[in-house]
């Protein structure tokens, strides 16, 4: 199962829901529900190749957002409502309030450090926000890292002269702004982004790259946009824990959903 697959298709509808299926559709409602503090987790699904993560995945993308009745469908045609205690009544209580951002995101070889992992989390957000004719969102890093060009507090051609081994691939700094700008759209890699913010931090230039700075960022999107949640579905997450040195940034992040309805939804292999 892909993320191809699920576009041209209806295959989501054929998963039958088995008990690990409905655990973790229990425990994903009480984190959406917000009832208790001990309930505001993320979630982290773990399993061997080819258990049907990616598969439950997407499952649980098509039931947080699509149309109510195709849901209803789904729950009544796949499950058996009594042996899972009231299951839908609850799920459609959730539905039935404010909408809940999906954004689902797989593989993170190309992510080996704490910046790039904060990055792609923005632009998974605000490509998803965009496709749902969302636009309230306030600067991300990305945009950070551009207003500084375009303000003037510091020269993009006085960085190019200085650092001229890290853009071999270009041959003004012109280029380098138009990719820096091309970034922040749909499918666009974020490899100069973070290259410009790590080359701005060691000129002592402040960008706002920490995890305190995300969080804000994300309460004023779900605040903007009148959103119920956000579920980050990253799905392939098992080479980022391979690479990187540090996990701090990520339980950071992880521990949002104490504070606000972002929930970190991490799918690995370990």
């Known amino acids: 199962y892909s993320e191809e697959v699920d576009k041209d298709s209806e295959r989501w509808k054929q998963f039958i829901p088995h008990d690990n299926m409905i655990e ?5 409602m009480r984190a959406l529900e917000r009832g208790s503090k001990d309930d505001e ?3 982290w699904l773990t399993g061997a190749y080819g258990t049907g993560k990616t598969f439950a995945s997407f499952v649980i993308k ?6 109510i009745a195709e849901v209803e469908k789904y729950f009544k045609n796949s499950m058996n409502i009594e042996a899972i ?10 539905r039935s309030k404010k909408p809940i951002l999906v954004v689902y995101k ?21 490509d998803e926000l965009r496709r749902h004719g969302y636009h309230q969102f306030s600067h991300t890093m990305v945009d950070d890292i551009i207003e500084k060009f375009d303000s003037g507090v510091i020269s993009l051609d006085n960085l190019f002269a200085k650092y001229r081994g890290e853009f071999l691939t270009f041959d003004e700094p012109r280029q380098v702004f138009e990719a820096l700008r091309n970034s922040t759209q749909n499918d666009n ?6 290259k410009l913010a790590k080359i701005l931090s060691e000129e002592g230039i402040y960008v706002n790259d920490d995890p305190s700075s995300v969080k804000k960022w994300l309460g004023d999107v779900i605040e903007r946009n009148d959103l119920g949640a956000i579920v980050f579905i990253w799905d392939e997450f098992t080479e980022y824990l391979n690479k990187s040195r ?7 992040v992880a521990q949002y959903s104490a504070e606000i309805p972002f929930y970190l939804f991490l799918v690995t292999h370990r």
Do not use: C, Y
Request: hydrophobic content about 40%; overall charge negative; glycine content about 8%.
């Open 41 to 43: 987790k993320p979630i």
């Open 189 to 194: 890699d974020l490899e100069i982004a973070e």
């Open 62 to 67: 098509h039931l947080l957002e699509d149309d």
């Open 246 to 252: 540090s996990f701090d940034t990520v339980q950071e």
């Open 85 to 94: 205690g009231g299951l839908w009544e609850k799920f459609k209580a959730i």
């Open 24 to 28: 973790l559709l229990q425990k994903l």
């Open 106 to 126: 797989s593989g993170s070889g190309h992510v080996d450090n704490p910046r790039r992992f904060l990055m792609e989390i923005q632009k998974g957000i605000t």
